[in-house]
């Protein structure tokens, strides 16, 4: 009996030990960094939250920033919208099946689009609330690219595909028209028909409906390539006059459209450049200088050969080019003025953004996470936290960050976001900026602000003249 209670104690501690070793929630929590450890390296922890996943089974898929709110993917096709100054969760929603293929969100101004097998989805970025769902013609091969009117959805085919998410334009009312429809609310008024009220809502919103319908039904523009298309599109000019996407195939070809928003009939071709390698992930783009008059935006791209590809936006011509000497696995991350670009055999280059020259290299760091006013922080091989002076990129501290694998690269902000694929997701900046730093501030409202313009440009375009009334002489 003795032998038989120590052997059951024996076992019972042992699954003891081994429960408690590979709980997720008591393993999330062991790579938490505590307040005092960030302290010691200069930082500050405002806030850490959970994703909510079934932790034996769900893992943290994604993380995507834009516009103050970080955007979650785990699996089941679920996604959840956070907070990024205050770690509070704004909506939670599964889109689509959970036995499909989901790939990461895109995100626009105004919505959040979806790819979950060959189901496109459109929500409200800021509610969660669904606005479009559509069937795409086949295979996505990477995440969407959301413009303020279309979706861009990249197919195994070699196809992109650019489907219209908000209504075409519509022709302002003319002045008979609104004529006409004032005389109609005085005589409701005048009358005083009860159900006046009553109709004009039931009008306005037959009217919504039929928007909402011509949006669905809009057939989709297309641009075919003779390769994959394994890049997610990114959008880079848009005005009223005209919008530009630029995405990559496997074989090294980087794709610039244009569709001309006056006919929109037509995803043409505006440019191409031929590079030796496949692209490297999404190609990023630096807006023009709205300081300068026919200033070009730059879009940037990274080779696997190591060369970095950087072409004028307006003509396509090369605006400069330069060879790292080693093997590039991450895309470019342009923050202000400057462009970070890591080799996979280690060491990062920080290049001017005009001209292409080196201001320095950190010889450890394999990815970019951050940008603050004076500092860059970076990921070394073994996932530590580099802490790198932003003027000459020296080393200055190290953060051991090993457990916390997820590192969101961040060329918006001066926020560092990190997170296990249990998900566990903290948020670390220096603690004196209480307020986010918003990289190329002046370049982005400026973006904005054209944004702005083209959807007040849809909404009031201007209809068509009557013919005028012939005389009885």
Same mark, same amino acid.
């Given at each position: 009996? /003795?032998?038989?209670?120590?052997?059951?104690?024996?076992?019972?501690?042992?699954? =003891?030990? =081994?429960?408690? =070793?590979?709980? &997720?929630?008591?393993?999330?929590?062991?790579?938490?960094?505590?307040?005092?450890?960030?302290?010691?390296?200069?930082?500050?922890? /405002?806030?850490?939250?959970?994703?909510?996943?079934?932790?034996?089974?769900?893992? %943290?898929?994604?993380?995507?920033?834009?516009?103050?709110? +970080?955007?979650?993917?785990?699996?089941?096709?679920?996604?959840?919208?956070?907070?990024?100054?205050?770690? $509070?969760?704004?909506?939670?929603?599964?889109?689509?099946?959970?036995?499909?293929?989901?790939?990461?969100?895109?995100?626009?101004?105004?919505?959040?689009?979806?790819?979950?097998?060959?189901?496109?989805?459109?929500?409200?970025?800021?509610?969660?609330?669904?606005?479009?769902?559509?069937?795409?013609?086949?295979?996505?091969?990477?995440?969407?690219?959301?413009?303020?009117?279309?979706?861009?959805?990249?197919?195994?085919?070699? $196809?992109?595909?650019?489907?219209?998410?908000?209504?075409?334009?519509?022709?302002?009312?003319?002045?008979?028209?609104?004529?006409?429809?004032?005389?109609?609310?005085?005589?409701?008024?005048?009358?005083?028909?009860?159900?006046?009220?009553?109709?004009?809502?039931? *009008?306005?919103? @037959?009217? !919504?409906?039929?928007?909402?319908?011509?949006? !669905?039904?809009?057939?989709?523009?297309?641009?075919?390539?003779?390769?994959?298309?394994?890049?997610? /599109?990114?959008?880079?000019?848009?005005?009223?006059?005209?919008?530009?996407?630029?995405?990559?195939?496997?074989?090294?070809?980087?794709?610039?459209?244009?569709?001309?928003?006056?006919?929109?009939?037509?995803?043409? +071709?505006?440019?191409?450049?031929?590079?030796?390698? &496949?692209?490297?992930?999404?190609?990023?783009?630096?807006?023009?200088? &709205?300081?300068?008059?026919?200033?070009?935006?730059?879009?940037?791209?990274?080779?696997?050969?190591?060369?970095?590809?950087?072409?004028?936006?307006?003509?396509?011509?090369?605006?400069?080019?330069?060879?790292?000497?080693?093997?590039?696995?991450?895309?470019?991350?342009?923050?202000?003025?400057?462009?970070?670009?890591?080799? @996979? +055999?280690?060491?990062?280059?920080?290049?001017?953004?005009?001209?292409?020259?080196?201001?320095?290299?950190? /010889?450890?760091?394999?990815?970019?996470?951050?940008?603050?006013?004076?500092?860059?922080?970076?990921?070394?091989?073994?996932?530590? %936290?580099?802490?790198?002076?932003?003027?000459?990129?020296?080393?200055?501290?190290? +953060?051991?960050?090993?457990?916390?694998?997820?590192?969101?690269?961040?060329?918006?902000?001066?926020?560092?976001? %990190?997170?296990?694929?249990?998900?566990?997701? @903290?948020?670390?900046?220096?603690?004196?900026?209480?307020?986010?730093? %918003?990289?190329?501030?002046?370049?982005? @409202? *400026?973006?904005?602000?054209?944004?702005?313009?083209?959807?007040?440009?849809?909404?009031?375009?201007?209809?068509?003249?009557?013919?005028?009334?012939?005389?009885?002489?």
């Amino acid at each position: 009996m /003795p032998r038989c209670f120590l052997g059951a104690a024996a076992f019972s501690a042992a699954v =003891c030990c =081994c429960f408690c =070793c590979c709980n &997720p929630a008591r393993a999330a929590e062991r790579e938490l960094i505590s307040e005092p450890t960030a302290a010691r390296h200069g930082l500050t922890r /405002p806030w850490f939250t959970q994703a909510q996943l079934d932790q034996g089974r769900g893992r %943290l898929r994604a993380m995507v920033l834009s516009g103050g709110v +970080l955007y979650v993917q785990t699996d089941g096709a679920v996604f959840e919208a956070i907070d990024a100054e205050t770690g $509070r969760m704004l909506w939670r929603k599964q889109v689509g099946r959970r036995d499909r293929l989901t790939m990461p969100p895109g995100v626009g101004h105004d919505v959040l689009a979806v790819l979950n097998g060959s189901h496109m989805y459109v929500l409200n970025r800021m509610t969660g609330e669904m606005l479009y769902d559509k069937e795409v013609g086949g295979a996505p091969s990477a995440a969407p690219g959301v413009s303020d009117t279309r979706v861009y959805v990249p197919l195994t085919s070699g $196809r992109v595909e650019a489907y219209r998410w908000a209504p075409p334009p519509q022709a302002a009312p003319d002045a008979n028209e609104k004529a006409d429809e004032k005389t109609d609310k005085k005589k409701g008024k005048d009358s005083g028909d009860d159900d006046f009220l009553k109709k004009a809502l039931n *009008a306005e919103e @037959q009217r !919504r409906n039929e928007l909402e319908q011509r949006a !669905r039904w809009v057939p989709p523009l297309f641009c075919q390539s003779s390769k994959p298309v394994l890049t997610q /599109p990114r959008i880079t000019r848009q005005n009223a006059d005209e919008e530009y996407s630029v995405w990559s195939t496997d074989r090294g070809l980087l794709n610039i459209t244009r569709i001309d928003r006056k006919a929109e009939d037509l995803l043409a +071709l505006a440019y191409r450049l031929e590079t030796k390698a &496949p692209v490297v992930g999404r190609p990023a783009y630096l807006p023009p200088d &709205p300081k300068i008059k026919g200033d070009s935006g730059l879009i940037l791209a990274a080779s696997r050969d190591g060369f970095v590809h950087v072409i004028r936006q307006k003509d396509g011509r090369l605006a400069w080019r330069f060879s790292t000497g080693d093997p590039v696995l991450e895309p470019p991350v342009v923050v202000d003025l400057r462009v970070y670009v890591c080799t @996979q +055999l280690g060491g990062m280059y920080c290049l001017a953004a005009n001209d292409g020259r080196v201001a320095w290299f950190a /010889p450890r760091a394999v990815q970019l996470v951050a940008v603050s006013k004076t500092k860059v922080y970076a990921a070394d091989r073994t996932g530590r %936290l580099l802490v790198l002076d932003g003027a000459t990129g020296k080393l200055l501290d190290t +953060l051991p960050t090993i457990g916390l694998p997820l590192k969101l690269r961040n060329d918006e902000t001066d926020r560092i976001y %990190l997170a296990d694929d249990l998900g566990l997701i @903290q948020c670390l900046h220096e603690p004196e900026q209480h307020e986010p730093i %918003l990289h190329g501030k002046d370049r982005r @409202q *400026a973006e904005q602000i054209q944004s702005e313009e083209t959807k007040k440009g849809e909404t009031k375009k201007p209809a068509a003249k009557k013919p005028a009334a012939k005389s009885s002489k």
